[in-house]
């Protein structure tokens, strides 16, 4: 049992007074605690914890045949390709890699707003112009390599989000031309 014990305020004053003895008051504040454990119980289990901040993506399901070697066509002038390699290092291009479009060749960016943002927005805009329908947007190709880190794929996957990209794509498959390019990337 928790109790508060209070004094009658000490010993003799001196003077030649015989006073009564008082009892000392007893406070019980076991119903206190167990109030104060009820209230902590109850803020705690009513208490919102914060969620964590998630991106939703898109997987492919799971196929028991996978197909190889099959190829999605693709207006070239839709795609952009995203390189991602060592050292917060992007590599970029517009269209094919062998026959880029104008203003598309390959490009070594940084990450950000006068990085490979401004290329996205740029793209973003110019594709619906190009193809002549404002339905096809543009499609983007991410391909990290084994040196990038994962907080580039999120960047750029924040980079996606913010710049209303409408298809993107991770892939981890490179061509040859790729490849060579990947491995400049990442020295």
Known sequence: MAELNTNDGGGKKGGGKVRSKKQNSKVDLTAMVDLAFLLITFFMLTTTLSKPQAMDLGLPDKEDNPRDNTEIKVDQRRTMTIILGANDKIEWFHGLLATPEPGGKPTQTTHGREGIRKEILKRVASVPQVTGNKDKGLIVIIKPT????????????????????????????????????????NK
Request: glycine content about 0%; hydrophobic content about 40%; aromatic content about 8%.
């Open 146 to 185: 084994a040196k990038s880190s994962y907080k580039n794929l999120v960047d750029i996957l924040d980079e996606m989000a913010i710049c209303s990209v409408p298809t993107y794509a991770i892939v981890n498959d490179f061509s040859p031309e790729e490849k060579a390019l990947a491995e400049k990337l």
